[in-house]
Each structure stands twice: as C-alpha cells, then as structure tokens.
C-alpha cells in the first residue's frame, strides 16, 4: 500500500514563502506524474501544479510566476515552493501521485493535506 505524507504547511504573512513536501512510500513500480491540489474552505479542489516523470511542469494560471513544483525521482518526492503568498492561497493543499504497480496496474494516490493559511 503506498502512502503520500505532505509535510511543510503553516501560517505565513503575506507575500511570505512556504516550501510543501510530499514523500511517497510502498510499493511503487513507475511513477507517471505527482502534483499539487488545493481546496479553499467552500471551494472545490482545485490543481495547483503537476510534474511528469519527464520533468513536464504545468501551472494554474493564479500561481504562476509565484510558485515552482520540482521532483525527486530518487526519493518519490515532489516540492512545491511557494513565493509572494497571497491570502487567496489559503486552503489545505493535497499531494497527488499517478503511479504503476508492480502488476502493472494504474493507480491514482492522495495524501491527507497539509494546512496553509496567509494571513497578517
């Protein structure tokens, strides 16, 4: 069973940066893509940015300039650093991972959120 754990969220004033973590772990034959959602309170969830095994980024248009997703392959790991925050950046932000079995089947994986809140 594998198991995405976010790690980074906080409070931030804004304009502040935060840098988010997500470690993947189990079993794990090929990673196709990981990626970055996020859910304002009364809001649907929402992408934020993804990466491909490729190194292929893409970017929600609110965040782009301000925020830069990369990845360790070696480590399962993918990051988001976020800069100039703004309070409209506030929601619990999801990791997301497209993955293979190791019997070849296609899996679609979440972890459980991590909190960011902007605020003065």
């Known amino acids: 069973q594998v198991q995405l754990v976010e790690s980074g969220g906080g409070l931030v004033q804004p304009g502040g940066s935060l840098r988010l973590s997500c470690a993947a772990s189990g079993s794990i034959f090929g990673i196709n893509n990981m990626g970055w959602y996020r859910q304002a309170p009364g809001k649907q969830r929402e992408l934020v940015a993804t990466i491909t095994s490729g190194d292929s980024t893409a970017y929600a248009d609110s965040v782009k300039g301000r925020f830069t997703i990369s990845g360790d392959n070696a480590k399962n790991t993918v990051y988001l650093q976020m800069n100039s925050l703004k309070p409209e950046d506030t929601a619990v932000y999801y990791c997301?991972?497209?993955?293979?079995?190791?019997?070849?089947?296609?899996?679609?994986?979440w972890g459980q959120g991590t909190h960011v809140t902007v605020s003065s």
């Open positions: 997301n991972m497209g993955y293979y079995t190791f019997k070849g089947i296609a899996v679609d994986a």
